[in-house]
C-alpha cells in the first residue's frame, strides 16, 4: 500500500518563503506524476504545481513566478519551495501521486490514486 507522507508547512510572514516535502512509502510501480494541491477553508480543493517523473512541470497561475516543484533524489518523491508568499496562499497542501497516461499531457484530479493527509501553511503577519 502506498502511503505520501508530507512536511515543511508551518507559519510563514508575507513575502517569506517555505519549502514542502512529499515521500513515498510502498510500491506503486506505475506512479509517474505526482502533485501539490491545496484546499482553503470554503473553498474546493485545487492544483498548485505538477511534474511528472520525467520532470516535465504545470503551475497554477496563481503560483508562476513564487512557486517551484521538483523531483527529489529518491523514487516519487518531491518538493515544492515556495517565495514570495501571499495571505491567500494560506491552506492545507496535499500531496498526491498517480498515473498520467502518455497520451495526455496535464492530469486531473481524477488520475491521482494516492493523497497525503496534508500540511497546513500559513501566511500572515
Known amino acids: 500500500q502506498v502511503q505520501l507522507v508530507e512536511s515543511g508547512g508551518g507559519l510563514a510572514q508575507p513575502g517569506g518563503s517555505l519549502r514542502l516535502s512529499c515521500a513515498t512509502s510502498?510500491?506503486?510501480?506505475?506512479?509517474?506524476?505526482m502533485a501539490w494541491y491545496r484546499q482553503a477553508p470554503g473553498n474546493q480543493r485545487e492544483l498548485v504545481a505538477a511534474?511528472?517523473?520525467?520532470?516535465?512541470?504545470n503551475y497554477a497561475d496563481a503560483v508562476k513566478g513564487r512557486f517551484t516543484i521538483s523531483n527529489g533524489d529518491a523514487k516519487n518523491t518531491i518538493s515544492l519551495q515556495m517565495n514570495s508568499l501571499k495571505p491567500e496562499d494560506t491552506a492545507v497542501y496535499y500531496c498526491?501521486?498517480?498515473?498520467?497516461?502518455?497520451?495526455?499531457?496535464?492530469?486531473?484530479?481524477?488520475?491521482?490514486?494516492?493523497w497525503g493527509q496534508g500540511t497546513q501553511v500559513t501566511v500572515s503577519s
Open positions: 510502498g510500491s506503486a510501480y506505475y506512479i509517474n506524476v
Open positions: 511534474i511528472t517523473s520525467r520532470g516535465t512541470t
Open positions: 498526491a501521486a498517480g498515473y498520467l497516461n502518455p497520451a495526455h499531457t496535464v492530469a486531473q484530479m481524477k488520475d491521482y490514486d494516492f
